[in-house]
């Protein structure tokens, strides 16, 4: 079955941060695909990976420079989260980065190293198209109160 999520993270050591997608996506039983792929190492992988995907949303998981996200969207047209990693800085160079896109090639963004919520946001985009997932997820912010 084809990913409805794909999660590029632009480093090996971004596996933690995965993790806390993968561990989510994996609860609300959402099929996803997994990459590594830096943006500035394999622009040619990214751009392959990202043209070729059948995903509804793509998660892209960034430190430093955190280019990657901002790369992803510019080569599609479907929704891209941004995480920024923890690195030098705090992470805040990261979030500067993803932040601050141009006009026309949004990223959404959520927290340093927030990769829950990262999963969390990309079920509410395929949620919108599928009310037993809109159901699971209003079950999950009933549990998960407090």
């Known amino acids: 079955m084809a990913e409805k999520i794909l999660?590029?993270?632009?480093?090996?050591?971004?596996?933690?941060?995965v993790k806390k997608i993968t561990d989510?996506?994996?609860?609300?039983?959402?099929?996803?695909?997994?990459?590594?792929?830096?943006a500035h190492r394999n622009p040619e992988k990214v751009e392959k990976l990202v043209k070729s995907t059948f995903a509804e949303?793509?998660?892209?998981?960034?430190?430093?420079?955190?280019?990657?996200?901002g790369v992803v969207a510019s080569h599609t047209l479907i929704?891209?989260?941004?995480?920024p990693v923890s690195s030098k800085l705090s992470g805040l160079d990261a979030l500067l980065s993803i932040v601050q896109m141009p006009?026309?090639?949004?990223?959404?963004?959520?927290?340093?190293?927030?990769?829950?919520?990262?999963a969390i946001l990309a079920i509410q985009i395929l949620a919108l198209n599928d009310k037993g997932l809109e159901k699971k997820l209003?079950?999950?912010?009933?549990?998960?109160?407090?």
């Open 79 to 83: 929704p891209v989260i941004g995480v």
């Open 57 to 69: 949303a793509i998660i892209a998981v960034a430190g430093l420079s955190a280019a990657l996200p």
């Open 7 to 17: 999660i590029l993270s632009g480093s090996k050591s971004d596996a933690e941060i």
């Open 24 to 38: 989510v996506l994996d609860e609300f039983k959402v099929e996803y695909k997994c990459e590594v792929a830096s």
């Open 138 to 146: 209003l079950e999950y912010r009933e549990k998960n109160k407090g």
């Open 103 to 118: 006009p026309g090639v949004p990223v959404a963004t959520v927290g340093i190293d927030n990769g829950k919520n990262a």
